[in-house]
């Protein structure tokens, strides 16, 4: 089982480990959720009590001795929903904080898979009607296939209209028949840089699709406008 989803929902890798065994074990005292995990006694413990604080797990006291249980696995996704009705509390203080700012930065930089992730729903945040890629390569798809679905679904939604100029590596990905509102076009085959740029009205996102992807988020209309002629000529010289 992928458990990585399960870090990304705040998890640890040591409270992965301690709840899934426990789904497994039943009703369990702290002696075989060590076995199992092979985790020392004290992160055990201390794992315990943190999931308990969370009400991932419960447990009865039977004389001295605790008797742990997982919880239903569901309640993590009512636990994630509170935790976004509560952010959702706050949101619009926190917006109109960001309004005060009067220096925004020109650039930003985003490391890993997550900050890629944010840069592109950033993206999707920026005005305009229009979504325009060059440079999309076979290693873009180490966001997962999915992401890239639901991601193109709210572009779609928010009506935008994109222009996809894919490396020739990504043709069997059929992006075509998974996108709406989109044109899609292949470069030739042959050297394909890890190198993607995509253009959202004012905006310019480049990442480069290395094993640990590195993005940039440059806010500068001048240099949109660039990129944007640049793309065109490229756009019309693609198959």
Request: charged share 25%.
């Amino acid at each position: 089982m992928d458990t990585k989803i399960l870090e990304d929902v705040g998890l640890t890798n040591a409270e992965i480990k301690v709840y899934i065994s426990l789904l497994e074990l039943g009703t369990s005292t702290a002696g075989p959720i060590i076995d199992k995990t092979n985790l020392q006694s004290s992160v055990v413990h201390m794992t315990l009590n943190r999931l308990t604080e969370r009400g991932f797990v419960s447990f009865v006291l039977e004389g001295q001795r605790k008797h742990y249980q997982a919880s239903n696995p569901k309640h993590i996704s009512e636990y994630l929903q509170d935790k976004k009705e509560r952010f959702e509390s706050i949101l619009p203080e926190l917006l109109a904080k960001q309004k005060i700012s009067r220096e925004k930065p020109i650039a930003i930089i985003f490391y890993g898979i997550k900050g890629i992730k944010e840069l592109l729903l950033e993206l999707l945040d920026a005005s305009g009607n229009e979504h325009n890629t060059f440079g999309s390569t076979k290693e873009s798809l180490m966001l997962g296939e999915e992401w890239w679905v639901n991601y193109h679904r709210k572009r779609s939604s928010k009506n935008i209209y994109a222009k996809l100029l894919f490396n020739e590596s990504l043709q069997s990905w059929k992006a075509e028949k998974k996108y709406a509102k989109c044109e899609i076009k292949y470069t030739k085959s042959g050297f394909e840089p890890l190198t993607e740029t995509i253009i959202r009205n004012d905006k310019i996102g480049i990442v480069i699709w290395t094993e640990k992807p590195i993005g940039f988020l440059i806010h500068n209309k001048s240099a949109s406008e660039s990129y944007e002629n640049f793309f065109q000529i490229l756009w019309r010289s693609a198959r």
